[in-house]
């Protein structure tokens, strides 16, 4: 894991409150794979006094050399709203890769991402990976699938973030909206439903979402992994902060999502409807 100070090279709109931060920190680059994610910091402040995790949205090369990371956040509280108020040339501390990557798929002929609210974030990466368009971590580019579809749920229009980016990363779009501004309205995962069984599946977004594509993928009887946002304090497995219950062979276990994490076959998830108020993460 590397820990230092880097400079924000940009922090552009993408959204409404939704920014695409891009961080110079060449080492994080040319290490972190789709899956792992940042703990970012505001440095000179202890309000607030914790890092918040970010994953990785995409690398950014130069001359085949990644040089620099992009972050995308929305804005819900404390820490996204100093984010937002960044300029290109001040600086965050970093910490990372943290966490483990996508759990391994095989090579099968479609991989299906399924996406809500922000957790279209961790994807962009994954797709390239998966399409054999960039490679990561050091390795070649390798294909592992033909296509990759995208089911992405946002509450409104004016929310959706990266659909550019998917695109031209070849990635097939299915849009849905919870007020029908955008695709079909409805659930992302009813959309998903609706086109029928496919599969493997791997979703990233609110808990509910993924307790429906778990059971989705139950009933089908196909391969999913679900990617937690759980709230983190630390990032690096010693405070505890971020447990889930995972199912283990003689009966069940805390396992920690920032280093056990954040991507769990969602067989093994057990979904905890009384976890613990978000309270405890607001400094
Ligand atoms: C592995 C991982 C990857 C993540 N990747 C991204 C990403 O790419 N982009 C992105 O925008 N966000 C991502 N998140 C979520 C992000 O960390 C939180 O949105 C951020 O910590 C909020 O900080 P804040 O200080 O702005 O909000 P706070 O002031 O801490 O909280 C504001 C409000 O949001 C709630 N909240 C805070 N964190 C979470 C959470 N994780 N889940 C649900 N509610 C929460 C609080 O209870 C409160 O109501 C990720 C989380 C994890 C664990
Ligand atoms: S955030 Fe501290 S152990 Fe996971």
């Not at 040339?89 to 609210?117: I, K, N, S, Y």
């Not at 409805?186 to 599946?201: D, F, I, N, S």
């Amino acid at each position: 894991m590397i820990h230092q100070t880097v400079r924000v090279v940009e922090n552009a709109p993408m959204a409404e409150r939704t920014y695409r931060l891009r961080l110079a920190c060449p080492e994080v680059a040319a290490r972190i794979r789709p899956g792992q994610f940042l703990m970012l910091r505001l440095p000179r402040t202890t309000d607030p006094l914790l890092g918040r995790p970010f994953a990785l949205y995409d690398t950014v090369l130069e001359n085949d050399k990644p040089v620099a990371i992009d972050v995308v956040y929305l804005v819900v509280g404390k820490m996204t709203a100093q984010l937002a108020a960044m300029s290109a040339g001040e600086t965050l501390e970093v910490w990372g890769p943290l966490g483990q990557p996508f759990l391994d798929v095989g090579c099968p002929p479609r991989v299906t991402l399924v996406a809500g609210g922000i957790g279209q974030t961790p994807f962009l990466a994954y797709a390239r990976e998966l399409l054999g368009t960039r490679g990561y971590g050091g390795d070649p580019p390798r294909a592992r699938t033909a296509a990759v579809a995208l089911y992405y749920g946002v509450r409104t229009a004016q929310l959706a973030a990266g659909i550019d980016d998917f695109r031209a990363a070849g990635v097939e779009l299915h849009l849905a909206s919870d007020d029908g501004s955008l695709g079909s309205q409805g659930y992302v995962t009813q959309l998903l439903e609706a086109h029928g069984k496919t599969g493997p599946l791997v979703g990233c977004g609110p808990e509910p979402m993924l307790h429906a594509l778990a059971q989705l993928a139950r009933k089908w009887g196909v391969p999913c992994q679900v990617a937690l946002e759980t709230p983190m304090a630390c990032g690096i497995g010693i405070c505890f902060s971020c447990v889930t219950k995972v199912r283990t062979t003689d009966g069940w276990d805390y396992k920690r999502v920032c280093v056990d994490g954040p991507c769990f076959d969602a067989a093994q998830w057990m979904w905890d409807e009384s976890a613990p108020s978000e309270e405890l993460f607001k400094n």
